[in-house]
């Protein structure tokens, strides 16, 4: 068996530009690198993926998720409960950026700073094109309701050191699938 490492999350990006008109969206109209911080900030579709605890093997560097969620994360609203805050309390709470984007390949291929980068446009179901925050739970594109959350002072470091198997047992593929415009009904998880 491989040697897993817990890693942590957040990003950001940048994507080809064509000419667009000044009435099209900002998303595109804008390279990432060219959005203010309220543009970037409002692409964030709420998915919650890339709040999942992720295991890398150390070998092969490949990364996988579980279903498991950081303590910070309110599987209800799908939002950090402390957004501004959190990287004080999880250190390896990563801040995406334009750069940082392209160079994580494990950012789910839903989420809206993956797709702009690689020169896709936001789904249909984005709450930036809905207009509702809820949108996104609706197209099952959020892990709403299919994630637990780690308990206040549950130590990651401790279960991978203690309870391996308990911790690949948690490992998932889901976070890994796109998701259609269409979105996608559970029952086809
Ligand atoms: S769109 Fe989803 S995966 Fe991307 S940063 Fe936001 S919550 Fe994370
Ligand atoms: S600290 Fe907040 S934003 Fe960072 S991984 Fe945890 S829940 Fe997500």
Redesign the pocket.
Known sequence: MHAFNAIG???GARRAMTAMSEDAPFWKRKSLAEMTVEEWES?????????LVKLEDEDTERVVYTDLACHMFDGES?RCRDYPNRQREVPDCLQ?TPESVPQLGW??P?????RLAEGRDLPAWHPLITGDPDSVHRAGASVRGRIEPLADGFSLVEMAENDMDSLMDRITDWPEADVPDEGTPRDQD
């Open positions: 999350r957040r990003l692409l964030c579709d709420g998915c919650g993926r890339c709040c799908c995406l950012l789910p839903s989420c809206a700073y993956r």
